[in-house]
């Protein structure tokens, strides 16, 4: 052990009273440790003003104690406010967490799975997918993978998610109900998931209303402020409503539509996705279909540190879905 202040972990043994192997079984977060006794260790490292070296810890325990999570965009509220709450909690439980962006990329993504392969992390959480399951499976060898936020059937990893197709179904009925039949749809790329769990959502509703035969505007690679402002001169000039996908898709469209002179929500009605905080703070503010990201982001986290605390993690398919909400607002209805 290296010293912190002069002391030793004899030191700390000492203070709390028991054997130097405890000490080090606690230091290291040997999971058989009594409740009491690491409680009598933990006391005395602080009274002491110890710090284990963590360098020496890792090489001991081949662990990093650092998640990679992967995420498309940084730039995406969504994902600021996902990473955000998961660095919190890996904090608390003395983690660290790398955060890796793929710009929608396969290559990027292999690249940063690599370091489950190098051992640089100890696990990885996937917020989107671009490689085949097949291609990713091949990882879990080298340690645990979760998925949040995206998902794949055929994956046999813990799943955390929100219901997307409950959220584009009660978006898109709204819309309806307001009187629209001509609803434009915008999608991000086309092998997501979540994107095909949301066109079913919208499907759903469209039939609902006996509407399926008049929608067929389907809007691709909305995914940014700059894309919702194309796809408004995209549009065709029968089409009163769109269902972006996204709140900064949807903050282009209206910011393009007051630039044109075009009235929102009496000309055109916008429904956003996320909740985001512009989507309150824009004029009209934006229906949108909310997400409980902080809850999602823990109980991601959750599951990722009792994988890696896991003498024997097992790779099992473990599916964890959380309820979305419809917020409305002025950008589909007058106040």
């Known amino acids: 052990m290296t010293e912190s202040k002069g002391l030793t972990i004899n030191d700390v043994a000492r203070k709390c009273g ?32 110890y710090k284990p070296n963590s360098v020496a810890q890792q090489l001991r325990s081949n662990k990093t104690h650092a998640i990679a999570v992967l995420v498309p965009r940084i730039t995406n509220p969504f994902y600021s406010r996902l990473i955000e709450k998961m660095e919190t909690e890996a904090s608390l439980l003395g983690y660290q967490i790398i955060i890796c962006q793929t710009r929608y990329s396969k290559e990027r993504e292999v690249d940063y799975l690599d370091m489950l ?15 085949d399951w097949k291609d990713i499976e091949t990882y879990l060898q080298y340690g645990p993978i979760v998925m949040c936020n995206e998902f794949d059937d055929q994956a046999t990893i813990p799943s955390i998610r929100v219901n997307q197709m409950d ?6 009925k709204h819309l309806i109900e307001q009187g629209h039949k001509k609803i434009a749809y915008c999608k991000g790329g086309t092998k997501s998931n979540i994107g095909k769990k949301r066109r079913e959502g919208f499907n759903k509703a469209l039939k609902e209303y006996n509407l399926s035969s008049v929608n067929d505007v389907v809007l691709t690679n909305a995914f940014s402020i700059e894309d919702g402002k194309r796809i408004f001169h995209e549009l ?64 991601t986290m959750e599951v990722m540190i009792q994988k890696l605390e896991s003498d024997k993690p097992s790779n099992i398919k473990e599916i964890y879905e959380f309820p979305v909400k419809l917020i409305v607002r002025q950008s589909t209805v007058l106040e």
């Open 18 to 49: 028991l054997s130097r192997s405890t000490v080090s079984r606690v230091i290291n977060n040997h999971p058989y440790v009594a409740k009491e006794k690491k409680e009598a260790v933990l006391k005395a490292m602080e009274e002491l003003g």
């Open 167 to 172: 959220g584009s179904y009660l978006g898109t």
């Open 117 to 131: 392969r190098s051992r640089k992390v100890d696990g990885v959480i996937l917020t989107s997918i671009q490689n």
């Open 236 to 299: 065709p000039e029968d089409i009163t409503a769109v269902f972006t996908g996204g709140d900064e898709v949807a903050v282009g469209i209206i910011f393009e539509a007051r630039e044109n002179r075009v009235k929102i929500p009496e000309q055109l009605a916008v429904i956003g996705f996320d909740n985001q905080v512009i989507s309150e703070l824009i004029n009209p503010s934006i229906t949108t279909i909310n997400q409980p990201i902080e809850e999602v982001a823990s109980k």
